[in-house]
C-alpha cells in the first residue's frame, strides 16, 4: 500500500488540488455571491497589490503632471483658442436647450413625473485592472470607508463607466460595461427604443433586445434608460457604429461606448441619487398667455435710473442686462449676452430675453418657465475628507447656463 | 532560510530563497494588474503563468510545480471578477505538467524554452476555456489566431524573463 502511495504521490497530490478546486469552482456557480472564503482570499489578493498600485500610480501621475503642466506646454494657446471657441458654441447651444428643458419640465409636471438627480458624487482613481481579458473590470482607490457600496454607478464626463461590483476597505472593484455579465438599459435617443447594453467577450458593447422591424442608423446616440436602477436616466452610453441582423429577430447593434474604457484614470462614483416630485408650483395649471409670453421676445427690464442713459459706446448687451450677472458667470462679453441681445434669424423662433435668463425683477408677465423646478443640491464629496462633502448650490434658475456635466441633475 | 526540493539523478535540480519565491509570483500579479490598466496591450501577457512555468521547470519537482501553479492562479483570479479556480485549475495542471517534463528533457536552452513556454501557453488556454465553458457556463470566446499570437508573444517574453529569473537560481 504504501509503495503504491509513494509511487503514485505526484498524481493523488494533484488530483487532491484539482478536486479541491472544482468543489470551489461548483460553490460559486451555485451561490451567486461571494461565500466567506472566497471573499477573504479576493481581500488578501486586493489588500496586498492595491497598496502598490496606488504607489505607483501616485508616481507615475505626479512625473506626467510635472511634465505636461510645467515643461511640456506646446500648443496650449492653440487649444485655448480652440477650448474658448467651444466654450462660446456651448453657451450658444445651452440656450436653446433650456427651453427645451423648461418645456420638458413643465410636460413632466404636468404627468406628475419622479425626476432622478444625481445629488452627490465621489471622485475616485482607477488604480489597476483586473488583468485578465475575459474580465473586463478596474480598481478604484475608493472603498467602504468612503461611504462607497455594490451597485454604484460609475460614470465619467464623458459618459457610464460601469458599476461598483465589490467593495474592499479602502479599494473597490468596477465592473465596466463592456464586460459580459454586465448588463446596463439603455435607450436609443431619437428612435427612443429601449434595449438591453452588454459586452461581449471580445470586449465590444452591443445593444440587444430591439426588434428588427425597427430602424436604427448608424450614429445615433445611446442613453441610459434608468430602467437598470442603477444609472440614472439620460446618461450618456455610447454611439451606434454598426447595425445588422442578430439572432431571434433581434438586432445586432454595436455601440462605441462615449468613456473611454481602456484609458480611465479619474471616474465619479454616484453615491447619492435624489427622486424629487414635481412640487405644487411646478405642476400647477400653466396659462396660455405664459406659453405665449415665453415664445415672443419679452420687454427688456427697465434700466435702473443712474444707467438710464447708456454711453453711446457701451455695448448693446450692457444695455440689456443691466443686473449683475448670474453667479459663476463672467460679467463680461458672453455668447449667452448676445444671443439674448440678438433675435435669432430663424423666422419661427426668437431667443427670448427673458427675465428667467437676466436674473432681474420679474417683468410684467411671468413666464412659466420660471416655475421649472429647482433640483436639489448638488453635493461633490471631498476627494481628500470625505465624510464631509461640499454642498454647491443648485442650479438656480436665473443661472441656468452654467455647465453642469459633472453633477448636474441627469 | 532557503527552501530546497528534491533532486533528480540526471539533470540539474534548483532551489530559490524564500523572498524569491513568494516576491517573483507577487511581482507578476502585481504587474499583471497594473500594466494593462497603463498600457492595455500588455492585457494579451500572462506573466504568472510564465512565473509558474518557470520555477516548474527549475525545480523539476511536480508536487511543488502543482503547489505553485494552484496558488498563483487562485490569487490570480482573486483580482478579477470570474470565480476563483478558473485560472487555479489551469495553472495547476500546467504546473504539474512543466515540472514533470522539466524532470526529462533539459530545458535551459533558449529553444527549448521558447517551444515549452509555447506549448505551455496554448495549453493553458485550452484548459482554462474548457473549465470557463463546460464547469461555469461563461461565454469566453475562443479565437486560435489570437490565441496563437498571444502564446508566442508571452513564449517570446517567457525567454528574457527566465533569463533574467536564472540569476536568483541556487544549487542544491
Known sequence: MESVLGRYKNLIVLACVLVAQVLGL?????????????????????????????????????????WHNYFYLRGVRAENRELKAEIERLRLEQVRLNEDAAQARRLQALLSFKEQFISQTLPAQVIGSGGSEQSRIVYIDK?????????????????????????????????????????????????????????????????????????????????????????????????????????????????????????????????????????????????????LAQRLPSVPDKPPADTAKPKPDAPVKEATHPAAPAPGKPSGST????????????????????????????????????????????????????????????????????????NGPQ | MPITYTSGEQVEVYRFNWLITLGVPATALFLQAWLPHQ??????????????????????????GLLTGGVIGIFQDALTG???????????????????????????????????????????????FTVARGMVSLSVQWSWPHELWSALVNAIVGVFLFYALDRFKLRT
Open chain 1, 143 to 291: 472603498g467602504q470607508k468612503d461611504g462607497l457600496k455594490a451597485d454604484m454607478a460609475v460614470i465619467t464626463v464623458d459618459g457610464i463607466v460601469g458599476k461598483v461590483l465589490k467593495v474592499f476597505g479602502s479599494t473597490s472593484q468596477v465592473l465596466l460595461i463592456d464586460d459580459q455579465s454586465s448588463g446596463v438599459g439603455a435607450i436609443l435617443e431619437k428612435s427612443r427604443l429601449q434595449g438591453i447594453l452588454r459586452g461581449t467577450p471580445s470586449g465590444e458593447v452591443v445593444l440587444e433586445r430591439i426588434m428588427t422591424d425597427n430602424a436604427v442608423q448608424p450614429g445615433e446616440e445611446v442613453r441610459t434608460s434608468g430602467g437598470d436602477r442603477v444609472f440614472p436616466k439620460g446618461l450618456p452610453v455610447g454611439t451606434v457604429t454598426k447595425v445588422g441582423n442578430g439572432a431571434d429577430l433581434f438586432l445586432s447593434i454595436r455601440v462605441r461606448p462615449a468613456a473611454n474604457l481602456s484609458k480611465l484614470e479619474e471616474v465619479l462614483v454616484v453615491t447619492h441619487l435624489v427622486e424629487q416630485e414635481p412640487t405644487q408650483l411646478q405642476s400647477g395649471p400653466v396659462r396660455a398667455a405664459d406659453i
Open chain 1, 26 to 66: 461548483a460553490v460559486q456557480v451555485k451561490r451567486t455571491t461571494d461565500t466567506q472564503s472566497t471573499r477573504l482570499i479576493r481581500i488578501w489578493a486586493v489588500s496586498s497589490i492595491t497598496p502598490f498600485e496606488k504607489v505607483l500610480n501616485w508616481v507615475h501621475g505626479g512625473s506626467w503632471n510635472l
Open chain 2, 39 to 64: 498600457f492595455p496591450v500588455f492585457a494579451m501577457l500572462d506573466l504568472p503563468l510564465l512565473v509558474t512555468i518557470f520555477f516548474a521547470i527549475s525545480r523539476r519537482n511536480p508536487i511543488s
Open chain 1, 335 to 406: 455668447a449667452q449676452s448676445r444671443a439674448e441681445a440678438t433675435p435669432n434669424p430663424r423666422s419661427d423662433s426668437i431667443t427670448p430675453v427673458s427675465p428667467r435668463t437676466a436674473g432681474t425683477t420679474p417683468s410684467a408677465v411671468q413666464p412659466a418657465t420660471a416655475h421649472r423646478p429647482t433640483p436639489p443640491p448638488v453635493q461633490v464629496a471631498d476627494p481628500v475628507n470625505s465624510t464631509a462633502p461640499k454642498t454647491r448650490p443648485a442650479p438656480a434658475p436665473a443661472s441656468a447656463t452654467e455647465p453642469s456635466t459633472q
Open chain 2, 82 to 128: 470570474l470565480p476563483i479556480g478558473l485560472n487555479g485549475i489551469a495553472k495547476t495542471l500546467v504546473g504539474y505538467a512543466a515540472s514533470s517534463l522539466g524532470v526529462k528533457i533539459d530545458v535551459e536552452n533558449a529553444g527549448a524554452r521558447l517551444l515549452v513556454t509555447l506549448v505551455f501557453c496554448v495549453a493553458h488556454k485550452v484548459i482554462y
